[in-house]
């Protein structure tokens, strides 16, 4: 069974720092990987969508990375604002049309 | 383009009572999804749709949950009768048909508190 993993679990940086956000899984067979926004009381958005045969993706001050064979995505935030500070979630879609879900990173950006 | 739509926002309940969520997806999403988001945790699948038909209910608790997409659109899941494990963000999400690789689109969910 796919399992997903966020690292950190939370983050806490001051604006207009970079960071980085990781996410592993453990089985490599993904149809793709898709990074997640959730604010407090609310639904996700969705970020960034990797094809599983991309290496990456960017949109804006976000960049992400795969290494479908390590298992590996980073969710990469340039000049970190303190809008930026909600819960980041990466889901992995596996052949049968599912989504797996890590546990998330909860960023908060300091003024 | 609407996105997904959910109802209620939130619910509160007594445990051994019932309750229903509803759901409309983006029009023309095949797929539709729910999940259950308990708090601190990431949303887990509780059942996935193609059309009108169920494509994967393994992790539904069928003695006290059951969901229904009866023409292939809109969805209703409901809990019958709820424990105090049941609190937690019910969320909705809908893509275009499966084998296309596109992203999926999310609810604004649900919160149900059991008491």
């Known amino acids: 069974k796919q399992e997903v993993t966020q690292i950190p679990a939370a983050l806490s940086v001051p604006e207009g720092e970079n960071l980085v956000l990781n996410c592993s899984f453990t089985?490599?067979?993904?149809?793709?990987l898709q990074w997640f926004r959730q604010d407090p009381g609310k639904g996700l958005t969705s970020l960034l969508l990797?094809?599983?045969?991309?290496r990456e993706q960017t949109s804006g001050r976000l960049n992400a990375s795969l290494d479908k064979s390590s298992g590996r995505s980073t969710l990469y935030i340039a000049a970190s604002q303190p809008g930026d500070s909600a819960t980041y979630l990466c889901?992995?879609?596996?052949?049968?049309?599912?989504?797996?879900f890590g546990t998330g990173t909860r960023l908060t950006v300091i003024p | 383009e609407a996105g997904v739509a959910q109802s209620p926002r939130y619910k509160i309940i007594e445990k051994r009572q019932s309750v229903a969520f509803w759901c409309n997806p983006i029009?023309?999403?095949?797929?539709l999804y729910w999940y259950q988001q308990i708090l601190g945790q990431g949303p887990k699948l509780l059942i996935q749709?193609?059309?009108?038909?169920?494509?994967?209910d393994s992790q539904l608790p069928k003695d006290r949950f059951s969901a229904e997409r009866l023409k292939g659109v809109d969805s209703t899941l409901k809990i019958q009768p709820a424990k105090l494990e049941d609190s937690a963000v019910y969320l909705c999400?809908?893509?275009?048909?499966?084998?296309?690789?596109?992203?999926?689109?999310f609810g604004q969910g649900t919160r149900l508190t059991v008491v």
């Open positions: 889901a992995v879609r596996d052949g049968a049309n599912n989504l797996f």
């Open positions: 999400a809908s893509r275009p048909a499966a084998g296309t690789n596109t992203e999926a689109f």
């Open positions: 990797i094809q599983s045969s991309q």
């Open positions: 089985d490599s067979a993904i149809y793709n």
């Open positions: 749709f193609q059309n009108n038909g169920v494509v994967d």
């Open positions: 029009s023309g999403h095949a797929t």
